[in-house]
């Protein structure tokens, strides 16, 4: 139940973008150059599983801002034309304390998330502005390098578990880029992944991404905020014990613009 609502999250995100679609322009045959580092804040709910211990996370803003050590983004893409290639890495750290039935659960999780790709604007928007805007068809890949530790604790026992797991996993989506005016513009974009592609032992079961935003665009330097989902399921296949992933992250970013 939980995939399909996230299905059809993101399919009605799509369908959204699609029908924003206006009328072919003429592409700008020029290279363009993009460099956005962001800050971003999530919530975070779900699930961690290690051998027979299972930690249920549900951080809320607050938690989330003070427990993850560090939530970093940067988006850099280069463009000609109506191609393109993107690079986008993302790190964050958890640390979650929990008490159960007498038992402490002291959990810590490090995330590296390398998103690459290339993109092909299937329309231009905007012909006649100051910026061009667009949508895009977007194919690519995401690494993820993911670690987890878990102190376990209780008045019979103490163990102790740690587990990472790497995968490199596909995914397409489409992005809207939409000026208003000559400064101000709107993105939304959407994607899928995982399709239950498996890497160094580790199944990616699915993963969804859907992001929104405004920005002021000055000349090369602009401001942007918004609102960014992402949900993974993953799974590592080659233990003796279960170490499985199923978390979602949500949240407000913010972060600078230089287009070039």
């Given at each position: ?38 800050v971003w804040f999530p919530n975070i709910q779900g699930d961690v599983t290690i051998g027979q ?208």
């Amino acid at each position: 139940m939980r995939s399909i609502k996230r299905i059809l999250f993101v399919s009605t995100v799509l369908l959204l973008i699609s029908s924003g679609a206006g009328a072919f322009a003429q592409e700008s045959d020029r290279w363009e150059l993009t460099i956005a580092p962001y800050v971003w804040f999530p919530n975070i709910q779900g699930d961690v599983t290690i051998g027979q211990q299972t930690a249920d996370l549900d951080l809320g803003a607050n938690s989330g801002i003070e427990k993850t050590e560090t939530a970093g983004v940067l988006q850099m893409e280069v463009r000609f034309g109506r191609f393109g290639l993107f690079l986008q890495p993302n790190y964050f750290k958890l640390d979650d304390n929990q008490d159960v039935l007498r038992t402490n659960v002291d959990l810590t999780m490090k995330f590296w998330m390398l998103e690459f790709g290339g993109f092909f604007r299937l329309v231009e928007l905007g012909k006649g502005r100051k910026h061009l805007g667009g949508i895009d068809l977007l194919v690519g890949g995401r690494y993820w390098g993911i670690s987890t530790e878990a102190h376990v604790s209780s008045p019979l026992n103490i163990t102790e578990r740690g587990e990472s797991a790497h995968v490199t996993e596909p995914f397409v989506g489409l992005r809207l880029l939409n000026y208003f005016n000559d400064h101000l513009f709107f993105k939304a974009r959407g994607d899928f992944g995982g399709f239950g592609v498996s890497s160094n032992d580790t199944k990616s079961k699915f993963t969804w991404q859907a992001i929104t935003s405004l920005g002021y665009q000055f000349n090369t330097i602009g401001v942007e905020a918004g609102y960014r989902w992402l949900a993974i399921e993953m799974e590592n296949e080659s233990l003796p014990f279960s170490n499985e992933i199923d978390l979602d992250f949500e949240g407000p970013f913010g972060g600078v613009v230089f287009r070039f």
